[in-house]
């Protein structure tokens, strides 16, 4: 088997995107939308907070391949759905607020989606998801419905987005098997991106998908971390939670749960599936190839050009010496 763990490793690097704190320009970006809120709202609008969501704040966050960053906030009100019946009420306050000659505003039916443009191009955009608070209870209701939606499709949903991100980050004890797990949805979403032209399953239902079937994988002999090991793991238990009809629930693990599958189309479905044995086999053949080269280039047709591949050069070196190697047990 050969050793892939430091090519996994320089992979997640070339893809790894950090939480605001750690990236200076999505942090500016999204203080200045929230003080651009806080500015020129009306002035008899309800008091909000902020807060982060989404990878970000769960810190599963991949750099975009098209370069359009995704960033995710919460806007909670201090008010109640008794307040604002119509919860697309609640979501033109915030886009009115917002409209500026150097972004789009769109009321979206989960959230209001700010883009900015460069060269007529989207180089990043905001989605805000609209909250009220609920009487008595710790949880939100989140406004849905677009501008135009008919009365039926304008409701609030209750939710409780803090809770999910407590939920993702607390899945493990252990900080190391955090950061492994953390990786593997990292390589998930890349995959995805790279092998379904749908985008879909999203992003949340990869990253619950490891919070209920990943399992920590080291060396046997060197407790080192194996994440080639703990991916086929995880692809082979997604597999087998397929059902007889070829669906894949995924369930969110809080408030309103349900399936985060549900707007995926049955041929959607299958190609998610089929995909996703191509993906485990390649892992499988990876783990078996005895050079590393050879593995690097089955991963990298499932991952993209960012998976390294050793140059020739360095692998038959590597092999050249290998039987000198001192004896131990393997890293």
């Given amino acids: 088997m050969p050793n892939?763990?430091?090519?996994?490793?320089?992979?997640?690097d070339t893809i790894k995107l950090g939480n605001y704190e750690e990236n200076q320009t999505l942090r500016e970006k999204r203080d200045t939308l929230i003080k651009n809120l806080r500015d020129n709202i009306d002035k008899?609008?309800?008091?909000?907070?902020?807060?982060?969501?989404?990878?970000?704040?769960?810190?599963?966050?991949?750099?975009?391949?098209?370069?359009?960053y995704d960033i995710d906030v919460g806007i909670v009100f201090d008010c109640t759905c008794d307040d604002y019946d119509d919860p697309v009420e609640m979501k033109k306050i915030v886009r009115d607020a917002l409209?500026?000659?150097?972004?789009?505003?769109?009321?979206?039916?989960?959230?209001?989606?700010?883009?900015?443009?460069?060269?007529?191009?989207v180089y990043y955009h905001v989605d805000l998801a609209i909250y009220v608070k609920r009487a008595g209870e710790d949880i939100y209701d989140l406004a849905?419905?677009?501008?135009?939606?008919?009365?039926?499709?304008?409701?609030?949903?209750?939710?409780?987005?803090?809770?999910?991100?407590?939920?993702?980050?607390?899945?493990?004890?252990?900080d190391d098997d955090k950061?492994?797990?953390?990786?593997?949805?990292?390589?998930?979403?890349?995959?995805?991106?790279?092998?379904?032209?749908?985008?879909?399953?999203?992003?949340?239902?990869?990253t619950c998908a490891a919070y209920y079937w990943f399992q920590p994988e080291k060396d046997i002999f060197s407790s080192k971390y194996r994440d080639s090991n703990a991916l086929l793991s995880l692809v082979e238990t997604m597999l087998n939670n397929f059902d007889v009809y070829g669906w894949l629930s995924i369930e969110l693990p809080v408030e309103p749960y349900g399936d985060l599958n549900w707007e995926m189309s049955e041929n959607?479905?299958?190609?998610?599936?089929?995909?996703?044995?191509?993906?485990?086999?390649?892992?499988?053949?990876?783990?078996?190839?005895?050079?590393?080269?050879?593995?690097?280039?089955?991963?990298?047709?499932?991952?993209?050009?960012?998976?390294?591949?050793?140059?020739?050069?360095?692998?038959?070196?590597?092999?050249?010496?290998?039987?000198?190697?001192?004896?131990?047990?393997?890293?």
Avoid at 59 to 65: A, L, V
Avoid at 179 to 197: E, F, G, T, V
Wanted: proline share 6%.
């Fill in 4 to 12: 892939l763990q430091k090519y996994f490793l320089e992979f997640h």
């Fill in 44 to 68: 008899d609008a309800p008091f909000f907070e902020s807060f982060d969501q989404g990878s970000y704040a769960m810190y599963t966050g991949t750099n975009p391949k098209d370069g359009n």
């Fill in 99 to 121: 409209l500026h000659g150097n972004r789009t505003v769109r009321i979206r039916r989960p959230c209001v989606t700010v883009e900015y443009l460069k060269n007529d191009e």
């Fill in 144 to 174: 849905k419905g677009k501008e135009f939606s008919v009365p039926d499709n304008r409701y609030y949903e209750k939710s409780n987005p803090k809770g999910l991100i407590d939920e993702i980050k607390n899945r493990l004890y252990d």
């Fill in 179 to 206: 950061a492994q797990m953390r990786r593997c949805i990292r390589y998930l979403k890349r995959w995805r991106d790279n092998k379904l032209i749908s985008g879909k399953p999203i992003s949340i239902a990869l």
């Fill in 268 to 331: 959607q479905m299958q190609t998610f599936k089929e995909k996703l044995e191509s993906l485990r086999n390649a892992l499988r053949d990876a783990n078996s190839e005895d050079l590393e080269g050879e593995a690097c280039k089955l991963l990298r047709k499932q991952f993209g050009d960012e998976f390294p591949v050793p140059e020739k050069k360095d692998t038959a070196r590597k092999t050249a010496t290998a039987g000198f190697a001192p004896a131990g047990p393997s890293a």
